[in-house]
């Protein structure tokens, strides 16, 4: 009976991981093509430095920054978190002559 019940959770740990991997690539695909895209809707949409813009059309400039702020947001993170990642995967080149001679 035990037993079914791991293969119950390794079930349910294959299924999360699955989902997390569907989530990741569906907001971190293509971030920069996403960033310039709303960049260049925001450069189109600057209509309200010259005449007075609906409310509507506030709101919708309100949530395009909002969702620009985001993706730089997110884009940040990725790039601070690479150099530690890469570290993480490759370690540290300095060898035990290297740290000893240094340690001297």
């Known amino acids: 009976m035990d037993e079914w ?3 119950v959770i390794k ?4 299924k999360i991981k699955l989902a997390l ?3 990741h690539q569906n ?3 293509n971030l920069l093509g996403r960033i310039l895209l709303l960049k260049e809707r925001f450069s189109l949409d600057c209509k309200g430095e010259n005449l007075l813009l609906l409310e509507d059309e506030e709101e919708e400039l309100h949530v395009l920054i909002a969702e620009l702020f985001s993706l730089y947001r997110i884009n940040i993170s990725i790039c601070w978190k690479q150099p530690r990642l890469i570290w993480l995967r490759e370690g ?3 060898s035990k002559i290297f740290h000893g001679v240094i340690s001297s």
């Open 27 to 29: 907001h971190t695909k």
């Open 92 to 94: 540290d080149a300095n």
């Open 21 to 23: 991997k569907l989530w």
């Open 11 to 14: 079930e349910n740990v294959k």
């Open 5 to 7: 019940g791991d293969f």
